[in-house]
């Protein structure tokens, strides 16, 4: 068999193992004789399995091959023959002996003899060979180290114990890259071809009137080959060998693993987690904008199978991404570049001290978070040119410090801040200084921080900071002089790992995950990367930085691109990105002075843009073209090298100036996000703004005015930010420390009672609304959801029919966005086929509708009382279905770590856990009553929480699937419930506690004592509760009601603080019936939510650009209704 014929075989295997075909690949392993999988063979001799032991083995070798052939059978058949005798299977015993081991006599006839007097004992332990035989466990793993041995140094095994070392999906990338040449060939090339054959070679058929555009590759089977990396169709035969890497970097991996078949990698089937190496060749959403899309498994023949529907981690099956038209999943849309960068000098900030590292709030996006050279820390609200929170280095418990840390700080007190950093939810932060110290804060909102944790973790500087989830709980990652990565629990300050190999200080972490494989790449000071798995197994990679000195590494927004940035000790610097499937750069950008006065920060933003601070300015390249886009001096005053970092939208640029300072950059949307700030600011009651300072803040602010310059000139305003600060007095006051400098209220000047009045809506022009258009016979909105990209509503209708409005980026919306201000379109493919679920014969409006939306938006999974359905967000196309009924679905929710894990609420009052890639039911939980009305995973707690139409709430580990607590809803006296009263339970922001929602109460719970920490109800008169929400930055509740009010809550205690009355929305000539039945918040503006109507409709609301916000919170003791006329009332408050 010729080469390419032989690595074609290992080809077929590593798909046969993808596509969890196990028993023919063992087979093909067999037959091939070409990879000897020893994993397997292992599992074969624990479980006893010896027929199938020898088969697989004559694949490789006879009996008397050689001598350790020969020893290797005989072992094999004597342990057979010896658990049959330890059994007293007598007779089975004298058939292994005639059989199978009478072929040993003629070489060695007296061993054959003592083989066989055993039978004559009445326990062949008596033989004093035996003596030390134990149990049949203990025994096979002691035969089967001995067979290791022997299949090692046997000759006829050489080469055949390693696998090769394969690209992931290596065969379908193959295929795809045929399928692109053959459409590449296509006289009339059609957009999206429906590739339903791979039997004959692919054309399209007559043009339609479309133009299609290149061809790109596109996943047919799940691989995703590189844009135009196709060489020329004639330079290729069958199966011709890959062309070698065009860099000095030959790969990621210094030592790759030696194990077999890579169903994630090039790593073992089934042998602990992958290497590092699988774990970075496919990014965790495919690329946006695909040109050419072969859904192969759109075809009937795909469809009806559901083993190879895997769903990873970002549901990683073979079909299309959203369109072009969903701007945040790629940045082939048309960017107005540079002109979407922010450009604009918009504010101007004192900190008083040098930055040297700044991080903008996850949600809050307008919060920015500032270390300085002096160990100062701050908080900003950059709209409102408010320091929300000031700290002077200092260390919390010295005693509980090192005896190197005490010596050093004597020496020398001074300390400076390496890195600040946000947690992903903003609930945390963390500080690194530059003398052992890691610190990390809690964030409540506003200006209430609080002390969290205190870890001495290096010994000298802790360089860099990072948060990351490994293992499904929140962990701080550092690293520092002393040349360790160290990983600590986030909520105890336990060490968990601590990883070593790099020869010098390390100056950078940059975690990650792709395909649920969790690693951290490492840079140190002499120019090494290295890549660590959370397993204490050493490091996966060794190569060197461009620049071989301070290098940091980050990937885009969507965790598709790496990216880093190296200054050398001579001043180069460079930016480059990484191809990571090969370990090598793949462009490096042009355009920096030719030595950098400084180590060169950098960013990235919007999955399109790089950004450095350079030469006095900051210089920005598109991720795609490595010639220098444009360069900002903004306005003067920057640093040589000056720091650097952008919001998450990328509508903010912070960057240090020269004079201890920092400018805000915006582009036209963060220019309106700092206005709105701003416009709240400036709203708030006079006679608050004129209150007199607490004479003790006062003193504090003299005090540190000497370090803390500007502070003096922030004015009475402090006290006004987003209308908090007047509750944060009373509740958080007296707890704060001293270095907190902000002015407080003096609460005896000030009559709270005659300030605050409840915000009421009564008519269109005191809010933005708009009704989505409708061009279908719709009767009623079951559910509704904002994409997780923020450009589009997914509604499902009562007769089953999903409905999908999308905006388009314009001159008017130029974010591309969901908005009140701009109509989106109703959309859908030019097939015109609509997503419908499958019904029973029963009426589909009686029937209990769900869905939930994958993490990248391209796939929907939905029941409406039929079968689950799964459906291509692009084509519409129903991809599978399973799960018939009884029992019928009614709540679906994806595991938060692995998609291909989803938790399915039934209506026989079951929670069944379903994983998809193997169509399987892992766990049936049982504890409700009622059918399932709820689910929400909490990915720091590992956790499940479950409601019911029993109103009760249940709580289970995501671990081990086991009930850790119950408890039925504290339902108000006097209130009457229907028979169907559905209770439903999201989780806060800070994955702690949870909003449970039903018609009688909106409550807060807390979910590891599952107590109830606050509660709201109507009045008995008043309308019940349809649906409520939280806001994406859980600050806000939003509840519907069966009389058509809209109720916006503050969520830290439940006190209404907005009301939208039906004739704001609905016009005189619709039915007093019409109300909302479900209501859903957008993903990244906490101020904007949708409702879907009995009627059909669907309402996007917003507030007053002029507003910026759904009124004011009550102060604490105005939180009784009994003082506002015509509310719902408070039912209690705890």
Not at 574 to 591: F, L, M
Not at 836 to 857: G, Q, R, W, Y
């Given at each position: 068999m010729s080469s390419l014929s032989r690595e074609l075989v290992f080809l077929i295997l590593q798909f046969l193992d993808e596509e969890k075909f196990k028993e023919t690949v063992h087979r093909l392993e067999q037959e091939s004789g070409f990879f000897f999988n020893m994993k397997y063979f292992e599992d074969e001799v624990h479980n006893g399995n010896w027929d199938e032991v020898e088969r697989y083995l004559s694949g490789f070798t006879k009996v008397d091959d050689n001598r350790y052939s020969m020893k290797i059978f005989f072992e094999i058949r004597k342990q057979k023959y010896l658990e049959a005798l330890d059994k007293h299977d007598r007779s089975k015993a004298v058939d292994i002996l005639v059989k199978d081991l009478k072929v040993f006599a003629s070489f060695n006839e007296e061993l054959f003899k003592e083989i066989t007097q055993l039978l004559t004992l009445e326990n062949f332990r008596e033989n004093e060979q035996l003596s030390k035989y134990g149990d049949t466990k203990s025994a096979r793993a002691i035969m089967l180290g001995e067979l290791k041995k022997l299949i090692e140094a046997n000759p006829l095994f050489r080469d055949k114990l390693q696998f090769p070392n394969l690209k992931n999906s290596r065969l379908r990338t193959l295929i795809n890259q045929s399928l692109n040449w053959q459409h590449q060939l296509c006289k009339n090339p059609r957009p999206n071809p429906d590739i339903k054959t791979l039997f004959v070679d692919h054309t399209c058929g007559q043009p339609n009137g479309a133009r299609a555009p290149s061809p790109a590759s596109n996943p047919l089977l799940g691989s995703l080959p590189k844009a135009g990396g196709f060489p020329p169709l004639g330079a290729h035969g069958p199966f011709q060998p890959a062309a070698p890497v065009p860099t000095p970097l030959a790969g990621w991996m210094s030592n790759p693993s030696t194990v077999t078949h890579p169903a994630v990698s090039g790593g073992a089937i089934g042998l602990g987690a992958p290497s590092i190496q699988a774990a970075l060749k496919h990014p965790r959403t495919p690329p946006s904008n695909p040109s050419v899309d072969y859904p192969a498994n759109d075809s009937d023949h795909a469809s009806k199978r559901a083993r190879p529907m895997g769903i990873s981690d970002e549901v990683n099956l073979p079909v299309n991404v959203l369109p072009v038209t969903f701007p945040s999943h790629g940045h082939a849309q048309a960017f107005s570049a540079p002109d979407d960068l922010p450009k604009i000098v918009a504010r101007t900030l004192n900190q008083g001290s040098s930055p040297m590292s700044m991080d903008f709030h996850p949600v809050q996006q307008t919060h920015l978070l500032v270390g300085t050279n002096v160990g100062d820390i701050g908080l900003w609200e950059v709209g409102s040119r408010e320091r929300l929170f000031q700290r002077n280095f200092k260390v919390w418990d010295l005693g509980a410090c090192s005896t190197s840390l005490q010596t050093t700080l004597v020496k020398d007190p001074g300390v400076s801040v390496n890195r600040v950093i946000w947690s992903p939810d903003g609930t945390l932060f963390g500080v690194a200084y530059s003398r052992h110290i890691v610190q990390i804060y809690s964030y409540h909102g506003n200006d209430d921080v609080r002390q969290h944790l205190e870890i001495d973790a290096h010994v000298g500087g802790v360089n860099d900071l990072a948060f990351s989830h490994p293992n499904k709980q929140l962990c701080i990652i550092t690293c520092g002089d002393d040349k360790t990565i160290k990983v600590w629990d986030a909520a105890t300050s336990v060490k968990q790992y601590t990883f070593e190999g790099h020869e010098a200080p390390v100056y950078s972490v940059c975690p990650h995950y792709k395909e649920n494989i969790q690693f951290i790449f490492s840079t140190a000071?002499?120019?090494?990367?290295?890549?660590?798995?959370?397993?204490?197994?050493?490091?996966?990679?060794?190569?060197?930085?461009?620049?071989?000195?301070?290098?940091?590494?980050?990937?885009?927004?969507?965790?598709?691109?790496?990216?880093?940035?190296?200054?050398?000790?001579?001043?180069?610097?460079?930016?480059?990105?990484?191809?990571?499937?090969?370990?090598?750069?793949?462009?490096?950008?042009?355009?920096?002075?030719?030595?950098?006065?400084?180590?060169?920060?950098?960013?990235?933003?919007?999955?399109?843009?790089?950004?450095?601070?350079?030469?006095?300015?900051?210089?920005?390249?598109?991720?795609?073209?490595?010639?220098?886009?444009?360069?900002?001096?903004?306005?003067?005053?920057?640093?040589?090298?000056?720091?650097?970092?952008?919001?998450?939208?990328?509508?903010?640029?912070?960057?240090?100036?020269?004079?201890?300072?920092?400018?805000?950059?915006?582009?036209?949307?963060?220019?309106?996000?700092?206005?709105?700030?701003?416009?709240?600011?400036?709203?708030?009651?006079e006679s608050v703004t004129k209150s007199a300072i607490s004479p003790i803040s006062a003193a504090v602010a003299a005090a540190v005015s000497a370090t803390s310059a500007g502070?003096?000139?922030?004015?009475?305003?402090?006290?006004?930010?987003?209308?908090?600060?007047?509750?944060?007095?009373?509740?958080?006051?007296?707890?704060?420390?001293?270095?907190?400098?902000?002015?407080?209220?003096?609460?005896?000047?000030?009559?709270?009672?005659?300030?605050?009045?409840?915000?009421?809506?009564?008519?269109?022009?005191?809010?933005?609304?708009?009704?989505?258009?409708?061009?279908?016979?719709?009767?009623?909105?079951?559910?509704?959801?904002?994409?997780?990209?923020?450009?589009?509503?997914?509604?499902?209708?009562?007769?089953?029919?999903?409905?999908?409005?999308?905006?388009?980026?314009?001159?008017?919306?130029?974010?591309?966005?969901?908005?009140?201000?701009?109509?989106?379109?109703?959309?859908?493919?030019?097939?015109?086929?609509?997503?419908?679920?499958?019904?029973?014969?029963?009426?589909?409006?009686?029937?209990?509708?769900?869905?939930?939306?994958?993490?990248?938006?391209?796939?929907?999974?939905?029941?409406?009382?039929?079968?689950?359905?799964?459906?291509?967000?692009?084509?519409?196309?129903?991809?599978?279905?399973f799960m018939p009924p009884p029992p019928a679905a009614t709540f679906l929710a994806f595991h938060p770590q692995d998609n291909n894990i989803i938790a399915i609420g039934m209506d026989d009052s079951t929670i069944q856990i379903y994983n998809v890639r193997v169509d399987e039911v892992k766990s049936m939980l049982k504890g409700h009553s009622k059918r399932i009305t709820g689910l929400a995973f909490s990915h720091v707690l590992n956790v499940l929480v479950s409601s019911g139409a029993d109103a009760q709430l249940c709580v289970w580990s995501s671990d081990g699937w086991e009930k850790q607590k119950n408890r039925y809803l504290q339902v108000p006296t006097g209130r009457p419930q229907s028979a169907h009263s559905d209770t439903r339970v999201q989780f806060h922001q800070d994955q702690i506690h949870f909003l449970v929602v039903h018609e009688t109460q909106l409550a807060i719970y807390e979910t590891t004592k599952l107590d109830c920490v606050k509660q709201w109800a109507p009045r008995e008169s008043s309308a019940p509760i349809s649906h409520a929400t939280f806001s994406c930055d859980s600050q806000l509740v939003y509840a519907s009601f069966l009389d058509a009010t809209v109720c916006i809550f503050s969520a830290a205690n439940l006190r209404l603080r907005c009301r939208i009355n039906p004739a704001a929305y609905l016009p005189a000539s619709v039915s007093p019936n019409v109300h909302p039945v479900v209501i859903a918040a957008h993903p990244q503006e906490a101020n904007q939510f949708a409702l879907g109507l009995s009627d059909g409709g669907v309402h996007v609301f917003e507030p007053l650009e002029s507003e910026g916000k759904w009124g004011v919170p009550p102060p604490v003791e105005n939180g009784s209704a009994s003082t506002v006329s015509a509310t719902p009332a408070v039912g209690s408050s705890s």
């Open positions: 000071l002499d120019g090494k990367i290295k890549a660590w798995l959370y397993d204490n197994m050493g490091s996966r990679v060794d190569y060197d930085a461009p620049g071989r000195w301070c290098t940091t590494m980050a990937y885009s927004a969507d965790g598709t691109r790496l990216f880093s940035c190296g200054t050398s000790k001579e001043g180069e610097s460079h930016i480059v990105e990484w191809n990571e499937s090969e370990g090598a750069v793949k462009r490096a950008y042009q355009g920096f002075r030719k030595r950098s006065l400084g180590v060169v920060q950098f960013d990235t933003t919007k999955n399109r843009f790089l950004a450095a601070g350079d030469d006095f300015s900051i210089k920005f390249w598109d991720m795609d073209d490595v010639q220098l886009l444009t360069t900002l001096d903004a306005d003067g005053g920057l640093p040589a090298s000056p720091r650097i970092r952008f919001n998450k939208n990328g509508t903010l640029l912070a960057v240090s100036t020269n004079d201890n300072g920092i400018k805000i950059l915006a582009n036209a949307d963060g220019m309106r996000e700092l206005r709105a700030c701003e416009t709240l600011a400036s709203r708030a009651p502070l003096a000139d922030r004015g009475t305003s402090v006290v006004t930010i987003t209308g908090m600060a007047i509750e944060n007095v009373s509740n958080n006051g007296d707890a704060r420390n001293m270095g907190d400098v902000k002015p407080r209220i003096n609460e005896e000047n000030n009559d709270k009672s005659k300030i605050w009045k409840l915000t009421e809506i009564n008519e269109p022009a005191q809010c933005r609304s708009l009704k989505l258009p409708e061009n279908l016979r719709i009767t009623k909105i079951s559910r509704l959801i904002y994409t997780n990209s923020g450009n589009a509503i997914l509604a499902l209708a009562s007769n089953a029919i999903h409905l999908l409005w999308k905006w388009q980026r314009n001159e008017r919306n130029s974010s591309g966005k969901a908005t009140a201000s701009v109509s989106p379109q109703l959309w859908q493919p030019s097939s015109g086929i609509l997503m419908t679920n499958d019904i029973t014969e029963n009426n589909p409006e009686e029937a209990v509708h769900c869905f939930a939306l994958s993490k990248n938006d391209s796939y929907v999974m939905s029941a409406s009382g039929g079968k689950i359905s799964l459906f291509n967000m692009m084509t519409f196309k129903t991809m599978t279905t």
